[in-house]
Structures are given as structure tokens and as C-alpha cells.
């Protein structure tokens, strides 16, 4: 089985490839000219230069290919040109769509996120079904996905297959980024989170997540048109921390801060740090918005349908710590 990958240089994305390269696929990645491959290394696949904002330099590499995995997204939680962001995910996305339905591939996997779901302020658990509308999206990048999405269901009340899957917050091992969760990490062992928010995620191993988008290459796995929450442990950040702490030794912050205090903090931290230094801000106005509301999910309708497994996140958190400090992300354990 032939697969145009995009993605693969990522977080996910890699995790994915090497999954697919385990069970014998035949890949071809799509990787940038400024790309970082060291979430690659030693894997066989053929890379094939391109762009998502240069749709045509894929078309030669999807042609002839039996499923697409769309992985690739910008995945940022402040972004100094928001319009980047909306052309790589939206308008990326439509365009490989459109590519895919040009050149007769007979299955898509798009990788969403969990972000497009309908969260409730009073943390209840949300599924697919749960009512959900752009109004409900904050900030560009929930936005840009769920306009994102919205193409792929469109595109599959057309006819073409396409499958979504919506990961939570995937954790592990090859973070390189990192990720905005895998900073959550970072921050923790370089001992700069002295306090924390009443906020929750749900945290799912992303070995799972890419097991599961392995298993819907086969054509009778998943149904065309539907959407699959991924997800593992629904978890409060006090807990997350706790359970880091847990496994390294370090102190979990006691102190709690209101969310409109954090708020205060993140204007200037933005400001400041992102369009004054032109630097990526460790606190967004974004974020804190997001933490309102508990990003909880359920994945039973990805285990009826996907074969998807619910695992304790404890050692896919215990991968991230040991990775980000063999990387140098942070001090060795002891240091």
C-alpha cells in the first residue's frame, strides 16, 4: 500500500510514519525545504520536497498513492501572522482534498483535533455529538481547524472518502518542538511552573493515536464522513503536574492562579515578549481563554468503531520526561 504522508516531520505526524513503516506500507513524506528530519532518521521512505501553500508540487507525489494521511497542521497558540496559519490548515487542506479527488485516491485520513469539539465551561464530557459551532472556536488556531474540517466533511457528503480523526492532547516521546503540552513538560522540569490554573485536558498516548490512524488505512475500518475523538485520561493540569512530579521527584505547584490574574499576565507576556521581541510568548491570551473551559472528552465511539484503546497516560508522560531530558530540553534527573 502506497502512502502520501504529510506531517511526518512532526510530532504526530512521525510517530505515524514509523508506525505504517512497521506494518510494511510504502511511504512517500512530505517534508518542507527548511524541515527539521530528525524525527525521521533511520526510517525508509521516500521524501518528497513540497509545500501545503504550493499545492501543486504535491500533485506528481499523491498521483498513484492508495490513501492519504493528512496529518500536517500549524499548530500554534500565538501566531504573529495569523493569515499563515488559515493558509496552511484551511485552505492546505482544501487543496489537498482537491488533489486527492483529481487524481482518484480512494481513501483520506484527515487528523483534526479535539479542539473543534463543543467544550462546556462546567467541564462535562463532550463527544462527537455534542452541538458545536465557529462561535464557540477561540482563537485562529481552533478556528483555522474547525473551518479545516468543516472542508473534509463537505468534501465527503461529495462522495470522497474521507475519514476524521480528532486526537486529544497526544504526549510522548519525539516532541521536538515542542508541542504547547510538550512545553507544559519542559516548563515542569526546568522548575518554571510555580503555579497553575484550574484548567483540564484530556492526554492521550500518541502511540495509540498513531496506531489507530495505521489501523483506518484498512477500508473497512471507520465509516466516510465521521469524526473519532482519540483520546486517553481526562485530567485536570493540577493533576498532570502532580502525576509529574510523581515520576521525577520534583515539587507539583501548590499555588493556584485565578484565571483573571493569568489573564493579566499573558497580555503583557504577549505584548511584551511577542510583538515588542518578536518572540514566541510562554503565556497567550489564547491559552488562558482556552483554560476556561475543561477540554474533557469520551472516545467511546472510536473504541466501537476504530478498535481504539483507552490507556492510563502515566507512561506515555514518563517517555516525554525521559526524552526531553535525554534531548537537553532539561536538566538530566539528580541535576
Known sequence: MR???TGATGFVGSH???????????LRLLVRPTSNLANLEGLAAETV????????????????CDVILHVAADYRLWVH?????????????????????????????YTSSVATMGFKSDGSIVDETTPVSIADMVGHY?????????????????????????????IGSGDLKPTPTGRI?????????????????????VREVARTHVDCLNPDVGRPGQRYILGGENLTLKQILDKMSAITGLPSPTARVPHSVAMIFAFFDETITGKIRGREPRATVEAVRMGKKKMFASSAKAERELGFRVVPVYQALRSAIDWFREHGYAPAQGE
Open 142 to 170: 481552533k478556528r483555522s481547524k474547525f473551518q479545516a474540517e468543516l472542508a473534509a466533511l463537505d468534501a465527503a457528503r461529495g462522495g470522497q472518502p474521507v475519514i476524521i480523526l480528532n486526537p486529544t492532547t497526544p
Open 3 to 5: 502512502i502520501f504522508l
Open 49 to 64: 520536497i513540497g509545500d501545503l501553500l504550493q499545492p501543486e508540487s504535491l500533485r506528481l507525489a499523491i498521483s498513484g
Open 16 to 26: 505515524v510514519a514509523r508506525e505504517a513503516a512497521s506494518r510494511g506500507a510504502d
Open 185 to 205: 513538560v519542559v516548563d515542569f522540569l526546568n522548575r518554571k511552573f510555580p503555579a497553575y490554573v484550574d484548567t483540564g485536558l484530556n492526554l492521550v498516548d
Open 81 to 109: 501572522d495569523p493569515k499563515t496559519m488559515y493558509r496552511t490548515n484551511v485552505a492546505g487542506t482544501r487543496d489537498l482534498l482537491r488533489i486527492a479527488r483529481d487524481e482518484g485516491v480512494p481513501r483520506v485520513i
